[in-house]
């Protein structure tokens, strides 16, 4: 007799399995958005291992959910999670950024199974979502769209367009994720251009906004299932607090945070600090 696994434990195992990808990945560079990697692994774990509708087989398959990554750089971690959804090869994370690979150091669509757009261009993301979401509705096709955000998009006029082109069309089929990790390229996020009080605004474009811990699987599984009790035609956000670098304490404290270079003899230390972490 085979003993069913909860959702909260699946989760977190496979979050903690993505942040060792991350590493390996890291390592073959050297250097990249490591940080933000390992500190988004819940959020993916999440959307991928109990959220989206996908087919591993698949990956152009007409109804499944659409995940947009708006943050390009944030590519390594979304190859970690398709890794563990079975869209990509565990064994092909190696070729991470090298030449030829399918898996570039930022996110294309045009060189990798399961990934929706080209993202980078910051603030473009959730517009693409809106005319996804909308097209899918005009389709009859129930599928929904997830756009996964950074906290630095929030200073982009275009996205707070987005977002009140999202409750005008009464898309109740589109979700935002925002990883609230507070460290944009040129500093801290409050200093660049505060953004905050990010719930009320949200809440004030017309979205069902939660914020909670990113970092914590439970809370997240939480957010998803309140969602579908909301009422048809609101747009959905969740606002995620992440701390980078979680589960490697040796990055939670570095300084140059947002694109790290990682000396060759820390890898080994990343490593062992994360598997001595274990699952959250």
């Not at 499944?64 to 890794?83: E, V």
């Not at 390229?185 to 939660?210: C, M, N, Y």
Request: charged share 20%; proline share 3%.
């Amino acid at each position: 007799m085979t003993l069913a696994v909860d959702r909260s434990t699946v989760v977190k195992e496979a979050a903690y399995r993505m942040r060792h990808h991350v590493l390996d990945m890291g390592e073959v560079q050297g250097q990249g958005y490591v940080g933000q990697a390992l500190g988004v692994a819940e959020m993916l774990a999440v959307v991928y291992r109990d959220v989206l509708r996908y087919r591993a087989d698949d990956p152009d398959w007409a109804d499944r959910d659409r995940f947009l990554l708006s943050t390009g750089h944030y590519a390594i971690a979304l190859y970690s999670a398709l890794a563990e959804a079975g869209i990509v090869p565990v064994e092909e994370l190696q070729t991470y950024g090298a030449d030829d690979s399918r898996l570039p150091m930022s996110g294309m669509a045009s060189y990798t199974p399961g990934m929706e757009i080209s993202g980078g261009s910051l603030g473009h993301g959730l517009t693409v979502a809106v005319g996804m979401a909308l097209g899918l509705r005009l389709q009859g096709n129930g599928a929904r769209v997830l756009d996964f955000l950074s906290d630095g998009e929030l200073d982009e006029g275009s996205t707070w367009e987005a977002a009140m082109g999202a409750t005008h069309h009464r898309l109740g089929n589109l979700i935002a994720m925002v990883d609230m990790n507070a460290l944009q390229a040129d500093g801290r996020t409050e200093g660049v251009l505060s953004i905050e009080p990010a719930h009320e605004k949200w809440a004030a474009a017309g979205w069902f906004t939660q914020r909670v811990d990113g970092n914590d699987a439970d809370a997240l599984l939480a957010a998803f299932d309140a969602i579908s009790a909301e009422p048809v035609g609101t747009p959905s956000v969740i606002l995620c607090d992440t701390r980078i670098g979680r589960g490697v304490p040796l990055l939670e404290t570095r300084e140059k945070a947002h694109f790290m270079r990682i000396d060759e003899h820390e890898w080994a230390i990343c490593r062992e600090q994360l598997t001595a972490g274990g699952v959250a």
